[in-house]
């Protein structure tokens, strides 16, 4: 049996998603579909199977799609028979998740740091993990949790070869130096983000609204030598317009996708049991 955690993982699920503003002007970008699930269904499956099952969402712009998806979850994608008397439903084919989901409006507008400030009360454990509600890996989430309880740094976070277009790292012994924004994609490690924070972390957070945790928190924590770096040389890839989920969705149907580490087992329950309904005087009856 797997290894369960009990720390959380932050999922930002708030921003406008400007550049997919073909698939965003309906719903939230965490929930634009890879193989008919949000690739929000995509990264926590991938948490899940290495042990996180707790989950703190952070929600913005259509927060409320995010929160109609869970609350319908457990029938979501799945055969069911329902007795339109009683109401009474047995489930077939059952989603195997056992996730704890908090959900958190953190602000419309709110910038990434603002957004995991806010959730900072609901850490109750010394450590928390975070993530992008856009992106997915077969990185070893596992791995990571266990470099970062070694290291003993306030955080961590995870590099990963460039696709293009992201934070630029200087890393020295794992440790990373130097933490620059998008600079140039002509580098070596970028920012892939599935962080790992020691709760001590907030200290650094400014809570205002316009706070950016790759601008205003992560920089001051290299400066520290606070900030570490797990370094990923597998897949990676972030969702960022209609040509990445094309891409990420053409990998799902011809079952090549990197980051589907796990394996769905669903139980099946049979739909209705033996039992015998009269016809009426005749005596004679029906089996179902």
Same mark, same amino acid.
């Given at each position: 049996?797997?290894?369960?955690?009990?720390?959380?993982? &932050?999922?930002?699920?708030?921003?406008?998603?400007?550049?997919?503003?073909?698939?965003?002007?309906?719903?939230?970008?965490?929930?634009?579909?890879?193989?008919?699930?949000?690739?929000?269904? /995509?990264?926590?499956?991938?948490?899940?199977?290495?042990?996180?099952?707790?989950?703190?969402?952070?929600?913005?712009?259509?927060?409320?799609?995010?929160?109609?998806?869970?609350? /319908?979850?457990?029938?979501?994608?799945?055969?069911?028979?329902?007795?339109?008397?009683?109401?009474?439903?047995?489930?077939?084919?059952?989603?195997?998740?056992?996730?704890?989901?908090?959900?958190?409006?953190?602000?419309?507008?709110?910038?990434?740091?603002?957004?995991?400030?806010?959730?900072?009360?609901?850490?109750?454990?010394?450590?928390?993990?975070?993530?992008?509600?856009?992106?997915?890996?077969? &990185?070893? &989430?596992?791995?990571?949790?266990?470099? /970062?309880?070694?290291?003993?740094?306030?955080?961590?976070?995870?590099?990963?070869?460039?696709?293009?277009?992201?934070?630029?790292?200087?890393?020295?012994?794992?440790?990373?130096?130097?933490?620059?924004e998008k600079k140039s994609s002509a580098v070596e490690w970028i920012n892939g983000g599935f962080f790992v924070f020691n709760k001590a972390v907030f200290n650094y957070f400014p809570s205002v609204p316009g706070a950016i945790l790759e601008q205003d928190v992560?920089?001051?924590?290299?400066?520290?030598?606070?900030?570490?770096?797990?370094?990923?040389?597998?897949?990676?890839?972030?969702?960022?317009?209609?040509?990445?989920?094309? /891409?990420?969705?053409?990998?799902?149907?011809?079952?090549?996708?990197?980051?589907?580490?796990?394996?769905?087992?669903?139980?099946?329950?049979?739909?209705?049991?033996?039992?015998?309904?009269?016809?009426?005087?005749?005596?004679? $009856?029906? $089996?179902?």
């Amino acid at each position: 049996m797997k290894k369960r955690y009990s720390e959380p993982v &932050v999922i930002l699920a708030g921003g406008l998603g400007t550049r997919l503003r073909e698939e965003t002007q309906f719903r939230p970008k965490p929930m634009v579909p890879i193989g008919g699930k949000p690739i929000l269904w /995509h990264i926590m499956k991938l948490y899940s199977y290495y042990g996180f099952y707790r989950f703190i969402i952070c929600l913005g712009y259509k927060g409320e799609m995010i929160k109609e998806y869970f609350l /319908h979850y457990r029938l979501q994608g799945v055969d069911f028979t329902i007795n339109t008397k009683t109401g009474g439903i047995v489930e077939h084919l059952q989603n195997d998740e056992e996730w704890e989901v908090t959900l958190v409006n953190t602000g419309l507008s709110n910038q990434t740091g603002s957004r995991v400030f806010q959730i900072a009360p609901y850490i109750t454990t010394q450590n928390f993990l975070l993530t992008y509600g856009d992106g997915v890996s077969d &990185v070893d &989430v596992g791995k990571i949790f266990q470099f /970062h309880r070694e290291h003993q740094k306030l955080a961590t976070l995870t590099s990963v070869h460039p696709v293009s277009r992201f934070g630029n790292l200087k890393i020295e012994e794992a440790e990373v130096r130097l933490f620059r924004e998008k600079k140039s994609s002509a580098v070596e490690w970028i920012n892939g983000g599935f962080f790992v924070f020691n709760k001590a972390v907030f200290n650094y957070f400014p809570s205002v609204p316009g706070a950016i945790l790759e601008q205003d928190v992560l920089p001051f924590l290299a400066e520290d030598n606070q900030l570490m770096a797990y370094k990923h040389e597998g897949f990676w890839y972030c969702m960022d317009t209609v040509r990445d989920q094309e /891409h990420l969705e053409g990998l799902w149907e011809a079952g090549n996708a990197p980051w589907r580490v796990w394996q769905d087992e669903p139980e099946f329950t049979g739909a209705i049991k033996d039992q015998t309904v009269s016809l009426g005087k005749s005596g004679s $009856s029906l $089996s179902l």
